[in-house]
T-cell receptor, first 114, second 113 residues
Framework: ETGVTQTPRHLVMGMTNKKSLKCEQHLGHNAMYWYKQSAKKPLELMFVYNFKEQTENNSVPSRFSPECPNSSHLFLHLHTLQPEDSALYLC?????????????FGAGTRLSVL | QKEVEQDPGPLSVPEGAIVSLNCTYSNSAFQYFMWYRQYSRKGPELLMYTYSSGNKEDGRFTAQVDKSSKYISLFIRDSQPSDSATYLCAMSAPMEGYQKVTFGIGTKLQVIP
């Protein structure tokens, strides 16, 4: 148990569905991240929140919409996804963006888009 | 050229062997160097991290950084079947007040009993 919990662990959705991924960290960290992990590709950083403020958005399509209501919770809202969006979505947290480079990851949500 | 290059493997070794995992990089600004281990159906977990050049040892694991060659390594001594996992190298560089982390593609390791 890393202190970062992601739900659901698996998700299958059609291209017209709307769903949300949830991440919760119990480490007292102030920075949270969403990554996409696809086969044969390195981890791709999608969004970064530091003290609840979004500080980075790496040209992610608008069909992915993040939400960070507080420093412990992070959501990724999904709508009208494409089959190429099927991947493992990982949430991570760190003390904050400046203080440390060490990120703690959740187990991920395996997403399949049909 | 990719910022971080890592051979995806797979790498198969017999139990007890010494394993050498490597990454090369092109960005001279990288300061922190990390190794993560990722088991199947799990998220990455930090194994070791080092700052700048040198060696760091933790039990059966040794991390080595050679900034002059832009080359980092992870050695695993007396490898065990439980070491079977994907190993990701990661490096960070300062960017406008924060550290941006770049990951390698990961090397899949299988230790055969």
């Amino acid at each position: 148990e890393t202190g970062v919990t992601q739900t659901p662990r698996h998700l299958v959705m059609g291209m017209t569905n709307k769903k949300s991924l949830k991440c919760e960290q119990h480490l007292g960290h102030n920075a949270m991240y969403w990554y996409k992990q696809s086969a044969k590709k390195p981890l791709e950083l999608m969004f970064v929140y530091n003290f609840k403020e979004q500080t980075e958005n790496n040209s992610v399509p608008s069909r992915f919409s993040p939400e960070c209501p507080n420093s412990s919770h992070l959501f990724l809202h999904l709508h009208t996804l494409q089959p190429e969006d099927s991947a493992l979505y990982l949430c991570a947290s760190s003390q904050d963006r400046r203080g440390t480079v060490i990120q703690y990851f959740g187990a991920g949500t395996r997403l399949s888009v049909l | 050229q990719k910022e971080v290059e890592q051979d995806p493997g797979p790498l198969s070794v017999p139990e007890g062997a010494i394993v050498s995992l490597n990454c090369t990089y092109s960005n001279s600004a990288f300061q922190y160097f990390m190794w993560y281990r990722q088991y199947s159906r799990k998220g990455p977990e930090l194994l070791m991290y080092t700052y700048s050049s040198g060696n760091k040892e933790d039990g059966r694991f040794t991390a080595q950084v050679d900034k002059s060659s832009k080359y980092i390594s992870l050695f695993i001594r007396d490898s065990q079947p439980s070491d079977s996992a994907t190993y990701l190298c990661a490096m960070s560089a300062p960017m406008e007040g924060y550290q941006k982390v770049t990951f390698g593609i990961g090397t899949k390791l299988q230790v055969i009993p």
